[in-house]
């Protein structure tokens, strides 16, 4: 099954992500963690992925894509894959498409997750990750256990400099211009489509978003 998690930055998709690849055992694609990753290791991709990131802005289509390919030809052709903060142009999206195609996947299920821009804010306000495994909490809904320390691995807990109001404000419009349009991209290419309310629980959420998956997979 491969499931495309829509929606702004903040919304909780990376929450939702990770929690359905771990009961599913699928593969969990997020291109920011990736950036993040190729950023802490110090490649060329890292490299060059650092300006836009911290500004908010997209990074080149064709880096995306030259990422999500090598990423995918690493991952068992059967094996459950969710995509988290992918594609997020329409020409990812058509590139996305080629890429399945070529593999003899399709897109299962689209699910776009929606929220107040007010929500939203506030969640990427408190919103803290873990540099060593990626874990993601907030300090409103979805606390650490010990304040500061990752539950999963003991990492040091920090804010994403592009979490910083000016940026977070700069990553919702370019939400809006480039990635929205993704909605109607779907919808009118018949692609099955669901919307979640995202601005509940993640307990609420998650029921929503596993009923989803199950009826997809
Ligand atoms: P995220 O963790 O998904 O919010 O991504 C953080 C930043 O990484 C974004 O603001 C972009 O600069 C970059 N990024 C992540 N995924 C993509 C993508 N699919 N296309 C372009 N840029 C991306």
Redesign the pocket.
């Known amino acids: 099954m491969v499931l495309i998690l829509l929606g702004p930055?903040g919304v909780g998709k990376?929450t939702q992500a990770v929690r359905l690849a771990d009961e599913l055992g699928g593969a969990h694609i997020?291109?920011?963690?990736l950036?993040?990753a190729a950023r802490r290791d110090g490649t060329e991709l890292g490299a060059r992925?650092q300006k836009?990131?911290d500004a908010?802005?997209?990074?080149?289509?064709q880096l995306?894509l030259d990422l999500v390919r090598e990423h995918l030809a690493g991952i068992d052709p059967g094996a459950h894959v969710l995509f988290?903060?992918?594609?997020?142009?329409t020409a990812?999206a058509t590139g996305l498409g080629d890429v399945l195609e070529r593999s003899g996947r399709r897109v299962d299920r689209v699910v776009l997750f929606e929220a107040p821009d007010e929500t939203i804010v506030k969640r990427l306000s408190g919103r803290r990750s873990c540099p060593e495994c990626g874990a993601v909490y907030n300090t409103f809904s979805s606390p650490s256990r010990v304040e500061g320390t990752c539950d999963r691995c003991g990492g040091s807990l920090v804010q994403?400099p592009?979490d910083a109001p000016a940026t977070v404000r700069r990553?919702l419009e370019?939400y809006r211009d480039q990635t929205e349009p993704l909605v109607s991209f779907y919808e009118s290419a018949g692609a099955p489509f669901e919307r979640i309310r995202a601005d509940r629980s993640v307990e609420e959420v998650y029921a929503d978003f596993r009923g989803v998956a199950e009826v997809a997979g």
């Open positions: 930055p990376g997020s291109t920011g963690d950036l993040r992925a836009y990131m908010g802005e997209l990074v080149p289509d995306i988290d903060g992918f594609p997020r142009t990812q994403r592009d990553r370019v």
